[in-house]
């Protein structure tokens, strides 16, 4: 699947629509999701044009894949769900239910957000 850079994530990379803001670097960006799921549920996206997670695995340098896990990690420091556990989702395609075709990875905690539900 080609990259759409009119997806929304993009149009945030650009600054061209704002977001919630929690984390940022040369390589990744990290933001509230905009319909929380959880008492914590931020966005942690590379800021390269990667659709999905495999895309990003396959076609992304190593520094990018470094600095998106390494960044991944202080974000679960700085929102404080390291000690008390946390779910991290990325919704791939369409049978992965994925809306936004910019790579993503959703962080959820804050509370105990139940088994792994797939219906
Ligand atoms: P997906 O279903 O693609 O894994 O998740 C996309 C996520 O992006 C959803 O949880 C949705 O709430 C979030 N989202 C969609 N549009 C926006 C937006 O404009 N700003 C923010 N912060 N989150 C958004």
């Given at each position: 699947?080609?990259?759409?850079d009119?997806?929304?994530?993009?149009?945030?990379?650009?600054?061209?629509?704002?977001?919630?803001?929690?984390?940022?670097?040369?390589?990744?960006?990290?933001?509230?999701?905009?319909?929380p799921k959880?008492p914590?549920?931020?966005?942690?996206?590379?800021?390269?044009?990667?659709?999905?997670?495999?895309?990003?695995?396959?076609?992304?340098?190593?520094?990018?894949?470094?600095?998106?896990?390494?960044?991944?990690?202080?974000?679960?420091?700085?929102?404080?769900?390291?000690?008390?556990?946390?779910?991290?989702?990325?919704?791939?395609?369409?049978?992965?239910g994925?809306?936004?075709?910019?790579?993503?990875?959703?962080?959820?905690?804050?509370?105990a957000?139940?088994?792994?539900?797939?219906s």
């Amino acid at each position: 699947m080609a990259y759409d850079d009119q997806n929304i994530f993009a149009k945030i990379l650009r600054e061209e629509i704002p977001c919630k803001k929690v984390y940022e670097d040369d390589y990744v960006l990290a933001f509230e999701d905009i319909d929380p799921k959880a008492p914590v549920h931020i966005l942690v996206i590379p800021k390269g044009a990667y659709v999905s997670i495999d895309d990003f695995g396959i076609n992304a340098p190593a520094d990018e894949i470094v600095a998106f896990y390494k960044a991944l990690a202080l974000i679960v420091k700085e929102q404080g769900v390291e000690q008390d556990g946390f779910r991290c989702i990325a919704n791939t395609g369409v049978h992965g239910g994925q809306e936004v075709p910019h790579f993503h990875m959703h962080v959820l905690g804050g509370k105990a957000i139940g088994p792994m539900v797939v219906s």
